[in-house]
């Protein structure tokens, strides 16, 4: 990544046995926080790992969009939420 965000978690084990996730994105410019649905138990290296992936997937998916020459939307992603601060 280009910037390094500071990425805090918190988490909570569902009836489920899935794993709710809340995490901060501490940035000076853009602060976010959202909440990722985790199968089964995950460190917290992979955590943070999973949201930066998503992140990253979501920014490309962004930018993909050209008017004059349309792709296929990603497909939208139930597991992941992202707001801003």
Known sequence: MENQEKISITT???ASG???VKFFIEDEVKPQYGYLLVNG???VGEIIEEIKLRMERRRNSALNMNPFFPLPAAPEDHNF???SA
Do not use: G
């Open 18 to 20: 899935n794993c709710q």
């Open 41 to 43: 138990p995950k460190s």
């Open 12 to 14: 909570k084990t569902l």
């Open 81 to 83: 939420y992202l707001y």
